[in-house]
């Protein structure tokens, strides 16, 4: 994808773009990538989500973008900003790996399935439809997000470059 324009969305961050950008996030295990987009308005917004749920939060003060819970809202309530709306909003998600292998399912180590369940549910909760996901596996991956065309690039060692 051409680099000019380039934003990049660290790890337990989030940015929107209007009109032209591309939002990139790199090492995505557990973590899930979710982007947003208003193609009528050509507002997109990239999450790079680490942890299912705030409630488990113990930093003082509270990073809104490392959660699922926190971080949508807020990356919805950027892109209304610049003119999107919720309701024209569509998803597209990437990550949520199971990276290790542990001897207990307990649910505290699924932290990629819980991840990519807990952005379901917040997208839900704003009927913001999937458009289409690369989630689950055991390997990591780099996403970019074209804000112009709304094409999601997922990069992985193990799988090459896909297109949603």
Same mark, same amino acid.
């Given at each position: 994808?051409?680099?000019?324009? &380039?934003? !990049?969305?660290?790890?337990?961050? &989030?940015?929107?773009? +209007? ?10 295990? %557990?973590?899930? =990538? ?5 193609? *009528?308005?050509?507002?997109? #917004? ?9 409630? @488990?939060? /113990?930093? =003082?003060?509270?990073?809104?973008? !490392? ?9 919805? *309530? $950027?892109?209304? $900003?610049? #003119?999107? $709306? ?8 990437? #990550? ?9 399912? %307990?649910?505290?180590? *699924?932290?990629?399935? *819980? ?9 839900? /909760?704003?009927?913001?439809? @999937? &458009? ?8 990591? /991956? ?7 065309? #709304?094409? &999601?690039?997922? /990069?992985?060692?193990? +799988? =090459?470059?896909?297109?949603?």
């Amino acid at each position: 994808m051409i680099q000019e324009n &380039l934003i !990049k969305v660290g790890m337990a961050d &989030l940015n929107v773009a +209007h009109q032209t950008g591309v939002l990139k996030t790199t090492g995505l295990g %557990s973590c899930v =990538g979710l982007t947003l987009y208003d193609a *009528r308005a050509k507002v997109a #917004g990239m999450a790079h989500v680490m942890l299912p749920s705030s409630e @488990i939060a /113990r930093e =003082g003060k509270l990073n809104i973008a !490392k959660y699922a819970d926190t971080a949508l809202p807020e990356m919805i *309530r $950027q892109m209304e $900003q610049l #003119g999107a $709306q919720a309701s024209r909003m569509a998803a597209k998600m990437a #990550g949520g790996a199971q990276m290790f292998s542990f001897g207990s399912q %307990s649910d505290t180590m *699924r932290i990629g399935p *819980r991840n990519v369940e807990s952005c379901k549910e917040v997208l839900a /909760r704003y009927r913001i439809p @999937i &458009l289409g996901e690369d989630t689950g596996g055991n390997y990591g /991956r780099t996403i970019e997000f074209d804000c112009v065309t #709304g094409v &999601l690039v997922i /990069r992985s060692v193990q +799988h =090459g470059v896909k297109e949603l």
